[in-house]
């Protein structure tokens, strides 16, 4: 079946540190990827995602990249804030009528 | 964009009591709607998968008759858990795909925390 591994948290940086969160997957098929974000007391927002083999997702100065090759989806930042503070979840779906299979998440805390 | 609204987003409430959390899309139709839980520290479960006119599916382990999913309409599906416990507090979560289906169309509801006392 479907999975999604995600690196184990938490995540603590400094400000401006480079982020890289790592997510691999295993599918059947050739799924979408997504990444979601989850802020303190909210729900999960779509962050970016990717739906081809060497597509870039990028959002507010994240990106990840689609690659079929290693089957990874690596989230990355070139310079973090605290305002990104927040559980992050790599994410895929198949085509058709399936839900989301997510990653565990990844807690990342940015300190000033 | 397409929007999903998630109502309560809290909700506070006695051992016993039945508590029901509406999730509607408002600019879309969705033929399916999925209902995740979210434990402290641990990835969405996915609950159930409601399609609208017919039964809900739910995943293995989950109480169909505790979790009752009710997708009544294209836009509207409703989770009611039945004589809530403490151990059912958690953060529930719907997501509804799109109708059309162009793309990958999945849109989350904001989350209700719910607490059972």
Redesign the interface.
């Known amino acids: 079946g479907n999975s999604v591994t995600q690196m184990e948290g938490p995540v603590t940086l400094s400000e401006e540190a480079f982020l890289t969160i790592n997510c691999t997957y295993t599918a059947t098929g050739y799924p ?1 990827l997504f990444w ?1 974000v989850q802020y303190p007391g ?5 962050l970016l ?1 990717a ?1 081809k083999a060497d597509d870039k997702g990028s959002n507010k100065g994240f990106e990840a990249t689609y690659r079929k090759e290693t089957t990874s989806f690596h989230l990355e930042k070139g310079s973090v804030q605290v305002s990104d503070s927040a559980v992050y ?1 790599c994410a895929l ?1 198949d085509t058709g ?1 399936t ?2 299979v ?4 990844t807690r990342l805390s940015v300190i000033a | 964009g397409a929007v999903v609204s998630q109502h309560p987003s809290r909700v506070i409430c006695k051992s016993g009591t039945s508590v029901k959390i509406e999730c509607r899309s408002l600019d879309f139709q969705a033929t399916t709607m999925f209902w995740y839980r979210q434990f402290p520290k641990q990835s969405l479960m996915l609950m159930a998968t409601s399609n609208e006119g017919s039964k809900a599916t739910y995943e293995q382990g989950v109480e169909k008759d505790k979790f009752l999913i009710n997708h009544a309409s294209l836009t509207l599906s409703t989770l009611t858990v039945t004589s809530a416990h403490p151990e059912d507090s958690s953060f529930y979560i719907c997501s509804a795909r799109d109708k059309t289906g162009q793309g990958e169309k999945l849109f989350f509801g904001s989350g209700t925390q719910l607490s059972v006392l």
């Open positions: 979408s979601y909210e729900g999960l927002q779509l995602k739906t979840f779906s009528n839900p989301l997510f990653g565990k998440g």
